[in-house]
């Protein structure tokens, strides 16, 4: 097929129903709408997603959260509870190529809306389950929001400084992590069912999605019965790699490689730590991490941030250095606006807002952000009537029973 067939992204001729609310489920609708798919988002009526209300917004304005993860998505609402918008669900499942949500397990299955019932009626179904503790295991059924999942995964142990207890990343990371997870899982299970004609189910526990961003934690206690420990802007024994101070601010410096450290060692006016054998080797650095790092940091303290920068981007002295952003340098830079990392997308309030454009690009069938978060229910006609073939009467029978 050709890029011309997918004109608003690779996954455009395929359609999700999000049942999920606030972050682990709907992120996971984001992705997939940013890359194109047709994604309904079902809330139960006069309800709705808790993030149409969560956010920094002032009194009486409209959530500045909900315009990112709701973007790209059509909305309709749905009570589940009610054997009749179970029996509509089931219609729509019939019509779908992925089922997304992140209840409580077991949620579903008390409804009747377990995989068994929804598999029978489209064989080629992927549903993806997003969930605390996974579908299975004695946990299973616990509530698990991301900082439980963050902490039992082991992340909440190793973030911080040494001197302060356990933090939290800033951002609801293991959230986003298991919809990531469950993205990568719902796009391979795709791929099978093109050869198959079968669909499947995605298990993405947010405590598993944490625990396979750990690196080596679980290796380095098993055989060295080593326990990674907080250790703020270090990578022990990786050195230099730290912020430092300057003159206006500060600026962090990679240089732990050892080619590298010889570019910062000339750009520092010491070529000749470069071969000494305090420094000459990773091992060496490492050992004297403290050291370098307290001498690094008497050179760039005698400069401004914006010298540091100028000198190592120098091709002779080069060296990955940068300043740590907050959003008010991302939307001056020119590196974010070369490559439009930031976007304008409309708003019913605001008029525009700006907020991170897709990822990643794709060179023949890139996703873009199409549609602006929908109001609850906008597009209740447009999926009932069109979709589904729904009359007037049964309309109004429907919302008058308080099923849509």
Not at 72 to 89: F, H, P, V, W, Y
Not at 94 to 103: G, H, P, Q
Not at 241 to 259: E, R
Not at 369 to 396: C, D, F, H, W
Request: charged residues 20%; aromatic residues 6%; glycine residues 10%.
């Amino acid at each position: 097929m050709s890029a011309a067939t997918f004109p608003h992204g690779p996954l455009s001729d395929l359609r999700v129903l999000e049942l999920g609310t606030l972050l682990a489920g709907p992120f996971c609708g984001q992705l997939l709408g940013d890359l194109g798919a047709e994604v309904i988002k079902i809330e139960p009526p006069g309800q709705g997603d808790p993030m149409r209300v969560w956010g920094r917004q002032k009194e009486g304005e409209p959530s500045l959260w909900w315009p990112v993860v709701g973007r790209n998505k059509k909305a309709i609402t749905l009570d589940l509870r009610q054997a009749e918008g179970q029996s509509i669900l089931r219609e729509l499942v019939a019509k779908a190529d992925f089922l997304l949500e992140n209840f409580r397990p077991g949620t579903l299955e008390k409804w009747g809306l377990g995989w068994s019932e929804l598999s029978a009626i489209n064989p080629r179904l992927i549903m993806i389950r997003v969930s605390g503790f996974g579908q299975t295991g004695p946990r299973a059924k616990d509530p698990g929001f991301g900082a439980i999942g963050e902490a039992m995964g082991g992340l909440r142990y190793v973030v911080g400084d040494p001197s302060t207890p356990p933090s939290r990343m800033g951002i609801s990371i293991g959230d986003s992590l298991a919809a990531t997870f469950a993205c990568v899982g719902a796009l391979s299970a795709l791929h099978y069912r093109e050869k198959t004609g079968r669909g499947q189910v995605i298990d993405s526990a947010i405590y598993e999605a944490v625990l396979n961003m750990m690196e080596s934690l679980i290796t380095d206690y098993d055989k060295r019965a080593f326990i990674r420990e907080r250790t703020g802007a270090i990578l022990p024994n990786v050195a230099p790699s730290n912020v430092y101070p300057t003159k206006d601010g500060l600026v962090l410096i990679a240089a732990n490689q050892d080619t590298v450290f010889s570019r910062l060692a000339l750009a520092m006016g010491e070529p000749e730590l470069a071969t000494h054998p305090d420094y000459s080797t990773h091992q060496a650095r490492g050992a004297r991490q403290q050291e370098l790092d307290a001498r690094v940091g008497r050179w760039t303290e005698t400069l401004t941030t914006a010298e540091v920068l100028e000198i190592l981007a120098r091709p002779e002295t080069a060296v990955p250095s940068g300043l740590i952003y907050r959003a008010p340098d991302m939307l001056t830079d020119p590196h974010f606006a070369a490559r439009n990392a930031i976007v304008d997308t409309p708003h019913p309030v605001f008029g525009t807002l700006k907020m991170q454009n897709v990822a990643p690009k794709l060179s023949e069938t890139p996703g873009g952000i199409r549609s602006p978060a929908p109001e609850m229910g906008a597009n209740n006609e447009e999926i009932y009537r069109t979709l589904l073939g729904k009359s007037e009467a049964q309309m109004v029978s429907l919302k008058s029973a308080g099923v849509i």
